[in-house]
């Protein structure tokens, strides 16, 4: 590239939906959304999305177009390295420069750009809103520049191929993607993706596996979410217990590192402790190398959405969730790492099992001592906590909502009455990234 011929660059596809470990990774979409779509816990890909297979050459272009950035980004002195010139003025600058120049060569209708149209339709509901301005659908300048300067900025060195499930691709289209990823960014040495277990139980053959795993995939992440066949069923998984363990265990006999979600609180009141003794189950059998706990937020238009409102679903509390937590913690008798690394979470359940037990009991337990009363305070400053984490700061509206509890700069929750502190909860929970 030229310099500053900024009218060449062009924005590629970024996988809004990963893992939390993934975050800083350089990610590329394989695939489109999700071709299940069915799980009645999900609102990811509820709001018109499609899905599709890219093809090779598709993929092989964004990479290119990544490293395109990155050696703008690094030639800039804006790359996120130690060395690095960077300040936030500087790279939106940047930013504004290319979009300036791809405007003026007609590369685009308007200077502005949108992640996702869908934020713009009427009647969605107001949580969805939220929730679709960190869904990038559609690649834009600005995403694609922030996303390779933060790749940089965590080390430069992990990759993601999203979206929903890569175990369907076959094998020599994995191994393409993953050697023109690791040849056009050297420092790549660790590659992830997303996997349902029914299909590596199913549809891949161990040969096929070893193939990703020679490839460099790292690790798959699959989302058990319940070890429970009656849970699995009420939430339309379209995977089974047995699914679970066998597409688990084919994964790591190939060489592959495996981590899967859980989560509380799926099966709602009526079957809490059933979900917790079932999920403990299935974790031992497959001995995974993380347990990554997601609790149940229920957002507008899933299926659960809709049992709640005909009353054929019932929440479980907060209460019951840690108690089902508690039930995976005590139950599991194999080596694991327990990883709370959801904001849904409402405690810090951070561990390796058998060895951290009783320290991670006792966490929970100290919560479970709590009066009904401080445990809804407990809640209400968890939430902040995390939210606050998760975004850098509280939205305007929430702080309008917290304004009258706040004294001195100092939140004071003591004159709230119980069913203010639950709605304050549920506000604050609504908007929290899964």
């Known amino acids: 590239m030229k310099s500053n011929n900024y009218s060449e660059i062009e924005p590629f596809e970024i996988s809004s939906i990963r893992p939390p470990t993934e975050n800083s990774s350089l990610t590329f979409r394989l695939t489109r959304n999700c071709y299940w779509n069915r ?25 290119s177009r990544a490293k395109i950035i990155d050696k703008l980004l690094i030639d800039k002195g804006i790359s996120g390295s130690a060395s690095s010139s960077y300040s936030e003025h500087s790279l939106y600058s940047l930013i504004a420069d290319v979009k300036r120049e791809r405007f003026k ?12 149209d869908l934020e713009d339709s009427p009647g969605l509901d107001e949580r969805m809103r939220w929730f679709l301005t960190w869904f990038k659908d559609n690649p834009t300048t600005e995403d694609s520049f ?67 795993a020679a490839s460099g995939i790292n690790r798959v992440h699959f989302g058990l979410e319940s070890g429970s066949d009656r849970v699995l069923e ?24 495996c981590s899967v979600y859980v989560m509380p609180g ?43 409102k005909n009353g054929t679903f019932t929440l479980a509390d907060e209460e019951d969730v840690v108690r089902e937590i508690r039930t995976i913690v005590s139950e599991t008798s194999c080596r694991t790492e327990i990883v709370s690394d959801s904001a849904t979470n409402l405690l810090n359940i951070n561990g390796t099992l058998p060895f951290d037990r009783e320290r ?31 975004y850098g700061g509280l939205t305007e509206d929430i702080y309008a909502f917290l304004s ?5 700069g100092m939140l004071d929750i003591s004159d709230a009455g119980d069913k203010k502190l639950i709605e304050i909860t549920t506000v604050i ?3 929290l990234m899964p």
């Open 360 to 390: 991670m009991l006792q966490v929970i337990d100290s919560y479970l001592s709590l009066s009904r009363r401080e445990k809804l305070e407990f809640s209400v400053k968890s939430r902040i906590e995390s939210f606050m984490g998760q």
């Open 39 to 63: 799980c009645g816990f999900c609102p990811v890909y509820k709001t018109g999305s499609r899905f599709s297979k890219r093809t090779i050459e598709e993929v092989e272009k964004d990479i």
């Open 105 to 116: 060569s007609g590369r685009i209708p308007s200077l502005y750009e949108k992640s996702n």
């Open 404 to 408: 009258p509890y706040i004294k001195g």
């Open 234 to 257: 009420l939430v339309t998984k379209g995977e089974t217990s047995d699914d679970h363990i066998k597409g688990a265990l084919k994964i790591k006999d190939s060489g592959i590192s």
């Open 429 to 431: 929970r609504g908007k």
């Open 146 to 212: 922030t996303h390779v300067f933060s790749w940089r900025a965590g080390g430069g060195n992990t990759c993601f191929f999203g979206d929903a499930d890569s175990l369907i691709l076959k094998p020599d289209f994995i191994a393409r993607a993953s050697s023109f990823a690791k040849e056009t960014f050297p420092t790549i040495n660790r590659i992830t993706i997303y996997g349902r277990t029914k299909s590596a139980a199913k549809l891949r053959t161990p040969a096929e596996l070893k193939i990703f």
């Open 266 to 308: 799926l099966g709602g009141k009526d079957l809490s402790e059933e979900n917790g003794i079932e999920t403990a189950r299935v974790i031992n059998a497959v001995e995974p190398d993380f347990v990554r706990l997601r609790t149940l937020e229920i957002f507008p238009g899933t299926g659960l959405y809709a049992m709640i």
